[in-house]
């Protein structure tokens, strides 16, 4: 499973709560594109891994994705912009 720092997990978490109206129906969802990795706002996928924060789904992984991204972390910088490291 990717790591997510404290400070990701805030921004995701506020990104969600600001962009859908109801709680735990939608969150941001890791995506792969040719040119690496993206963000979106999707349903949580049954095979996807799920990264809550105070009891608000705000990260979903595909499954695929996990794995190749297993022992990764996902951070934001002070600008706002999510890094992988």
């Known amino acids: 499973?990717?790591?997510?720092?404290?400070?990701?997990?805030?921004?995701c978490r506020a990104t969600v709560q600001q962009l859908c109206m109801q709680i735990n129906t939608k969150c941001l969802r890791l995506i792969e594109q040719d040119e690496g990795v993206a963000l979106s706002i999707e349903l949580p996928r049954n095979d996807d891994q799920v990264v809550h924060?105070?009891?608000?789904?705000?990260?979903?992984?595909?499954?695929?994705?996990?794995?190749?991204?297993?022992?990764?972390?996902?951070?934001?910088?002070?600008?706002?912009?999510?890094?992988?490291?």
């Open 53 to 85: 924060d105070q009891g608000i789904a705000v990260l979903a992984v595909p499954e695929k994705s996990a794995r190749a991204l297993s022992g990764m972390t996902l951070d934001v910088m002070d600008d706002g912009t999510f890094v992988l490291s």
């Open 1 to 11: 499973m990717i790591n997510v720092s404290k400070d990701a997990l805030q921004v």
